[in-house]
C-alpha cells in the first residue's frame, strides 16, 4: 500500500501500514449496495422463524443536508440495530422523511423556490449523505409524508377519526404566531413562544380543526407507568405534568342577574371558605356577559390594554394587577357571602370556564390582587410557626373553615378536601371532578405546504368528508403563487381548487382551505414502514401486528410532549378502532443529547458550527460515528471541541492493522491458543452484550479498544501472530467494531479472509469456562505505598487475604518491626496496612 495517499490524521511514518479511508468507504459502499444484507423479511417474522426486533430513529425534515445532531442520533442508534442482526433477529430498520410542514416550508420559502422542488432536492442530497454515512437502513422501505401515496392515507385516518368524534371543528381562542402566521397547538408553545421560530405566541379566535387527545387522557396517564422502566425519567416525567391530572370539584356560585350560576373549577375546595371575590378573564365571552351597562365603557377601554399583551406577560408573576370591577357580585357558596366579580388579565380565558373562585390566603396572585383593591384576605390553612409571608399555599390544618352545617377546622388538606366535596355534592352545590391541563389537539394550520384537510364545507349538509374513492385529495401545484404567510391559507386563492360540489347533494360546495399539522403525518409513520408500498390501505395490519409495536425509538427531549405524546394518542385510537392490537408504540424510548461545541449550542450568529461534510472528509465516516458514540452515554450533550476525530481514526488504522498481522487459517481452531488473551476476548464479547443492551455504547468502544491493546502485545510480545487467539481476538475486534465503525470492520473481515458482510456474521460464541478468573491481583500497601502484589484466588477470604499479606517477606521488611494498629481488607483486590 505504499503508493496510497497519506491518510488525514494519520503520522507519515505510518503510511505503509494505513489504509486510505476514501478508497475503503467508496469499496464497501458499492458491496453493500450490491449485497442489501439490511432488509427485512417480513416471511421470516409472519412465520415465527425470526424472532422480529423493530428499531426506529426518528426521521429527518429536508430542510437541508445532514448535520451533527443527524449524525450523532443515527451512529447511536445504529449500534443497537446491528447489533440485533448479529444477534440472529430479523431487524425492521427503515428510513424516510417527515417533508411537509413548517420547517420544509420556511427553508423552501428563504431559498425562494418551490416547497416541492426544494424539498425533494434536499431529500436526495440527504439520501446520498445517508448512504455515504453506512447506517443500516432498509432503503426499499423509504418514502416521504408528502408523497400523495402517503398523504392519501393520513387524509383517511382523519376521516376514520371524524367518523369516531375523534377529529371536529370549533370556534375558539388559539394560539396564533406572528411570524409563521399560523395556528399552534398548545404543546408547539414553549414559555410563551412559537417551538418553530421562537417568535413570541397571541391568542385570536378562530374556527379551527382538533382531534380530541382529551378522550384518551387518563390511559395516556396510566400507560406511563408501563413505559416508566425503559423510556427516559425526563420524557416521562414531561407527559405526566403535560397532561396534568388533578383532582378537585367544579363548585357553582350564584351570580346576581344570571340565571344560571357560574360555575368554576378549583383543585382545593377545601379553601373555599376564604374565596372573597372572583375574577374572569377580561376577554373571555363571560365577562361580555357579565358586565353591567354602568361598567361596560371601563371593561372596553381595559380590553384595549389586554389585548396588547402576550399571554406569557399575562402570566408572569412579578407584575402589578390590573383589573376592572364588573358591577356584579357573586354569593359564596359556603359562606353565603356576596363577593364581587372582576375582569382582570391573569386568568386566561381557554382556562376552564375562563373564572376563578379567588382566594388570596391561599394564593400569591390572588393576595396581590386583592392588596391592590382592598378586598378582604382570609386565610383557610394554617401557616407554619415563624411564617412571615403572604399567601400560604402549603399544607396544613384548616382555619376559619366552618358553618352552621360543616366544619373543616382542624383536618389535614386531603381530608378538608373530601369533606367538603361530599358537603357541595350532597347540597346540588358542585361535584368532584377530574380535570386534565392536556387540551384537545388543535391540527390545522393556514400554511402551503400540508396534507390537504379532506373535508367540503356545503350549505345544506355542513361539513362532508371527500369520499374515499377521490382520496388522495391532492394539493394543488401553485407554481409562481407568492406562498409567504399571510394570516390565511394560500389555498384559498386556488379558485379552481376550492370551488367544488358537495358529495352529498351535488351542489355548490368549498373545500376546506387548512393543511394539516406535519405532527399528524409523523404520528402513524412508523405502522407505514411495514408495508409502505400497500395501494389498498393505510398499513396491513397482519404486518403491523407482527412487527410491532417498535422496540426500541431513538429521538431527542425536544418531542416529549409533542411527537411522542401524538403518535401514542394515534396508536390507541387505531388500537380501539381494531387496526392494531398493540396499546403503545414504542415500547422503549432512547433520548440522545445535543453536539455541542465550545459548551454552547451550534450556532452561525456564534461562529461555533461544526459542518458535518467537512468531518467526514477530514476523518472518514468511521471515525466520525467512532467519536460521537465513545463521547458520552447517548442522553448526555456531547462537545465537539472536547472530541478527538484524529484519535478515533488512529485507533482505527491500529485495529486494521491487526487484521493483516493475523497468519492463521480461517477457521482455525482456537481452543489450543493463548488463554490469557482468549479470557480477555470472551469477557469483552460478554460484557459488550449487557453493555449494548442497557446502552452504554461508549463502554463499549472502550473495552473493544482494551482488547486491541490486549491483542497487540499478544502478537509483539506474546504467543505471536500465528496464534489461534489471536484470529479470534481480531475476529472479534472486527465484529465490534462493526457496530459503530462498519467500513473498516468489512475490510477487516476480508482481510482475515472472510465473505462479506461482518454485519450479518454473526454474533461471537462465548465459552462460559473462560469467563472465570482463576487469580486476580490483590496490592498490599504498608504507610499508604505499595509493597506488594499478590497472585490469589478470586473468591479469597478476608482473612485469608490478611494473612497472606501479612506474612509476605516485601510486607514484612516494609513493616520493619512496626506494630500493626490496622489491616483494612477489601478482597480480593486491596490490603491496606496501617503502622
Known sequence: MSDQPKTPGTDHDERETSYDVTAVESKWQRVLEELQPFRADDEAVLSGRKEKRYALTMFPYPSGDLHMGHAEVTALHDVIARYWWQRGYEVLNPMGWDSFGLPAENAAIRNDAHPADYTYGNIDTQLESFRRYGVSFDWSRRFNTSDPEYYRWTQWLFLRLHEKGLAYRKNSPVNWCPQDQTVLANEQVVDGACER???EVTKRELTQWYFRTT???QELLDSLDDLQPTWSSKV?????NWIGRSEGAHVDFVVEGREEPLTVYTTRPDTLFGATFMVVAADAPLAAELVTPEQQEALDAYLVEVRKETEIARLATDRPKTGVFLGVHATNPLTGTRIPVYAADYVLADYGTGAIMAVPGQDQRDWEFAQVFDLPIIRTVQPPEGFDGEAYTGDGPAINSANDEIDLSGMGVDEAKRTAITYLEGRGLGRGTVNYRLRDW??????YWGAPIPIVHCPEHGEVPVPEDQL???LPDLRGADLKPKGTSPLGAA??????????????ARRDTDTMDTFVDSSWYFLRYVSPHDETQAFDTRLANAWGPIDLYVGGDEHAVLHLLYARFFTKALRDMGLVAWDEPFSAYLSQGKV???????????GNGVNLGEQLELFGVDAVRLTLVFASPPEDNIDWADVSPAGALKFLQRAWRLSGDVTSAPGTDPADGDRALRQVTHRTVRDAESLVESHRFNVVVARTMELVNATRKAIDSGPGAADPAVREAVEAVAVLLSLVAPYVAEEMWERL???PSVARAGWPTVEESLLVQESVTAVVQVRGKVRARLEVAPDISEADLEAAALADEAVQRALEGAEVRKVVVRAPKLVNIVV
Open 197 to 199: 421560530c421562537g417568535a
Open 215 to 217: 378522550a384518551y387522557a
Open 236 to 240: 416521562v416525567n414531561a407527559q405526566r
Open 442 to 447: 388543535l391540527l390545522s394550520r393556514q400554511r
Open 472 to 474: 388522495p385529495l391532492l
Open 495 to 508: 379558485t379552481d381548487w376550492v370551488e367544488t360540489t358537495c358529495p352529498t347533494c351535488g351542489g355548490p
Open 596 to 606: 455541542i461545541n465550545g459548551g454552547r449550542k451550534m450556532s452561525k450568529s456564534l
Open 753 to 755: 479472509g472472510h465473505e
